[in-house]
């Protein structure tokens, strides 16, 4: 009897990890980077330019609450950080708002970044800019948006933005 029950828990145990989402991983080898999003993320897109030299993209929650973009370059040198972010923000298909407050600095070796608030009426994001410094090879560049209706803007939104960037990840060889 007691093999029988043990035999029925383990399969209750087992079937409700296989009956589980997984998350969703990204590892693009030829934009050198990787993150994961979790199952309740939908793939919109994804579009890279004729010359292959840079790629996008887009994800939305299936909550509709938010959208991710992810832009990455191929760039023959380590980029100025200051002129790629100064370039995008002032990109007009892009239609990045007004910045809140100042960048965010972090550096983590190979690769560092600033991260900066923007706000308008309808939407707040949230940018992270990274670059690789590899002083000899090829170097990327990306952009990590993240896009919420300002309604739906809060802390716990921001905790999930945090986690998200926290797991991007150039891979640099």
């Known amino acids: 009897m007691k093999v029988l029950i043990l035999t029925f828990v383990s399969i209750l145990f087992m079937s409700s990890f296989s ?44 909550d509709g609450k938010m959208a991710l973009m992810l832009l990455a ?3 023959n040198e380590v980029k100025n950080l200051t002129d790629f972010i100064y370039t995008l923000e002032k990109d007009l298909t892009l239609n990045i708002p007004k910045r809140e407050g100042d960048y965010t600095d972090f550096d983590s070796g190979n690769y560092d970044g600033k991260m900066a608030e923007y706000k308008d009426t309808e939407f707040s994001e ?48």
């Open 126 to 173: 949230v940018i992270y800019y990274y670059r690789t410094k590899i002083s000899e090879g090829n170097n990327y560049t990306y952009l990590l948006r993240f896009i919420v209706p300002a309604m739906y803007y809060n802390s716990s939104v921001l905790a999930e933005i945090k986690k998200i960037a926290g797991n991007f990840s150039p891979v640099i060889e």
């Open 73 to 75: 370059f191929k760039v």
């Open 19 to 62: 009956g589980a989402q997984t998350a969703i991983e990204i590892n693009d080898a030829n934009y050198k980077f990787k993150f994961s999003l979790t199952p309740d993320w939908n793939s919109r897109k994804t579009e890279e330019t004729n010359k292959q030299d840079a790629i996008s993209y887009s994800y939305d929650k299936t």
